[in-house]
């Protein structure tokens, strides 16, 4: 059975970094476009960033441009986001997501997730 699992996360300073990784198991990613979701408490899921399969194209939400990098290595089965410069705001449950084809910015064309990873940012 396909399975993502998203780690890294925690509680960090505003104007810190962290590296969330995902790795999937159960079956071979690495012709899917991969993405990282966000939701924060009362509000609905955000796009955060994607990247295709071959890792040639990705997108980013305006909220995060020039502070988050996504990566991957397929070799791996894995996908990163880099986060820099980390604001309050940035404070969330972070959603890694696959599917087939181009990367989207809409959840819900998404057709696998993980868990969830919480990242905590204190002002």
């Known amino acids: 059975q396909a399975q993502l699992v998203e780690s890294g996360g925690g509680l960090v300073q505003a104007g810190d970094s962290l590296r969330l990784s995902c790795a999937a198991s159960?079956?071979?990613?690495?012709?899917?476009?991969m993405g990282w979701l966000r939701q924060a408490p009362g509000k609905e899921r955000e796009f955060v960033a994607s990247i295709s399969w071959r890792g040639t194209i990705t997108r980013y939400g305006d909220s995060v441009k020039g502070r988050f990098t996504i990566s991957r290595d397929n070799a791996k089965n894995t996908v990163f986001l880099q986060m820099n410069s980390l604001k309050p705001e940035d404070t969330a449950v972070y959603y890694c997501?696959?599917?087939?084809?181009?990367?989207?910015?809409?959840?819900?064309?998404?057709?696998?997730w993980g868990q969830g990873i919480q990242v905590t940012v204190s002002s």
């Open positions: 997501a696959a599917r087939p084809g181009a990367g989207s910015t809409t959840y819900g064309e998404y057709d696998y």
């Open positions: 159960g079956r071979t990613f690495s012709t899917y476009a």
